[in-house]
């Protein structure tokens, strides 16, 4: 079996927001939408604060509660763990988005382009209709991935294969690659690192690990 | 909608859902009054005529909730795929559910079947638990996730069905019987037992502190409004002081009324996400690792 996860290292992000930017290069997702984005955590009180960075994304669940909740199927569990949506199928009903507990999943209603109305000439040539009112996240750059599949590239390995975000990063905090692969970067990391998954207590097993100290 | 731009730190903390607008949430309000109406006309005992008005009315409440849910959704001409997912779905449940219902009781309305007039009040009321479950499996929205809020939405259908119930028959003259007067008044005890258990079970377990501060404000208003008043005014009608009818309106409008404003309450101004949070904050240079960081949220011993 096969399952692409993703590990973040907080040790290592320094939250200068490279990722958010390729994601948005390379997913051209609209105005105000975000599939990658790294939040700044203030937590503590004076003198012992404490400022932490924080990537968070579609976590690829295991155990997806969008996808249980979908009413026509276009939110699927593949079987190498990525969570998809068929565009086609959406209703945009927006159960999904209600049941994600990540915030990842969005909805746009009508065309946004940066400066007004009108798009400028790569807006223009990127901009999918399909994704005009259905529900959209962060999908791990599938493309890459099937790429992978068709080429015998490895996904983590070889960054034709791997997802934007991830290639971009300049601190070598992300990571991607097969958990069930015992050779793989991410299976390694984690076997010799302190890590846990966010809201793991809601049951949806999901697919990125954050990493905060060593063994 | 107006656009939301919060600042970076507040990024992590849990945000009022801004998806399912006052159209979603007519469609809780309408359709679960709607389930709980057929349900309640089953089996209240109303003459034939009022049944049919009553099953009418039903259906009428649910169209118009599927209605305004239909105006909202990103792509309405796409709405049949909503079939399309009985397996795990309860939003595909509610509309195979919804089919039901309007069958029969389109069949009740034209036969006056007691029979039928049973089945459509049955299929009303997996209508309104199939609505229920939409709420409850959504596990971003902590307020509706929690296990108490299923009977909670159930509960206040059934009230809003009987309150309905009785105010058609206070406004068709005939006057609501004692039987229908008391199932009122018991289903008033049973949504407000409902309440209580959602909240404290809500506050116990750990919930975002702007949905609880929202719940916090609306409950003592729903209590006194929503269940002390018509249970006071429902008693009056059961003694049998003077203007029964009157009073039963009175007391039936009240409880639609106050039901229909805690559905608009719980599923859009009380309605907080998830948030985002860290486990641990990460070790940093020689420092140690620095605990938990949940922004935004009110946490109870052993909650989650």
Known sequence: ???????????????????????????????????????????????DVRRTFLPVACMHCGDPPCEHVCPTRATTKRADGLVAIDYDLCIGCANCVMACPYDARSIVHEPRYAYGDSPMASEAKRFDPARI?????????????DHAERTGKVPGVDPEVTPACVNSCIS????????????????????????FRMHEELGTEPGVYYVWDMS | MKPFNPRAVELAAPKQQRNWDWRAAANFICGGSGGGLLLVAAFAGLDAFATRVAVLLGLALIACGLTCV?????????????YRHFATSWMTREAVVALAVFATGALAIFTGSVVLTVVVGACGLAFLYSQARILAANKGIPAWRHPASVPLMVSTGLAEGAGFAISAAALAGAGPGTRLLGLLLVLLAVRVWCWRRFLGGLTRSGAPVAALKVLDAFGPRFQTVGHGLPAV??????????????????AGLLVVASGWVMKYTLVRRAAYTQGLAVDHLPVRGRGPSGPAAKPGWKMMPGGS
């Open chain 1, 172 to 195: 070598g905090a992300m990571g991607f690659g097969d958990i069930d692969d015992p050779e793989s970067s991410v299976n390694k990391l984690l076997a010799e690192t302190q890590h």
């Open chain 2, 233 to 250: 005014v429902l008693v009056a009608a059961l003694i049998g002081l003077p203007g029964r009818s009157m009073t039963a309106l009175l």
């Open chain 1, 1 to 47: 079996m096969t399952r692409y996860v993703m590990t973040i290292d907080l040790r290592r992000c320094v939250g200068c927001q490279t990722c958010t930017a390729a994601c948005k290069g390379a997913n051209a997702t609209p105005p105000g939408i975000q599939w990658r984005r790294v939040l700044d955590i203030e937590s503590g009180e004076f003198p």
């Open chain 1, 133 to 145: 009112g259905v529900s959209m996240k962060c999908t791990f750059c599938k493309d890459r991935i």
């Open chain 2, 70 to 82: 239909w105006f909202e959704i990103g792509r309405p001409w796409r709405a049949m795929n909503v």
